[in-house]
């Protein structure tokens, strides 16, 4: 009869363990789960076309301010003045 209690008692203990590997093994699925659905989310929004729009056009207005920014935007000024000037000195050539 000891025996039977015995065996008993490791058949108990040895439930009571799979049972606490299945309960974290549970929790660690919930986890994954967890982050898994925070990854994707993060790439949704980090692929979205209006936080691409919103990142770039972030970005071109820090680097217009910037002095090289500023030159560069004064020479596309300048170059759209001059083609404008050449087509309207044409158009009067035209006619």
Partial sequence: MAERDA???Q????RARAESNAGQI????????TNL????DQIVFR???KHIIDNA???LL???QTPKGKAIIAGAGAL???VIIRRVRNRGDEH
């Fill in 7 to 9: 065996e008993q008692i």
């Fill in 11 to 14: 058949r108990d203990i040895e």
């Fill in 26 to 33: 549970q929790r660690e699925i919930e986890q994954a789960r």
């Fill in 37 to 40: 659905a925070n990854s994707v």
């Fill in 47 to 49: 692929t979205s076309p």
């Fill in 57 to 59: 056009k972030t970005s």
């Fill in 62 to 64: 820090q680097k217009a």
């Fill in 80 to 82: 759209v003045v001059i």
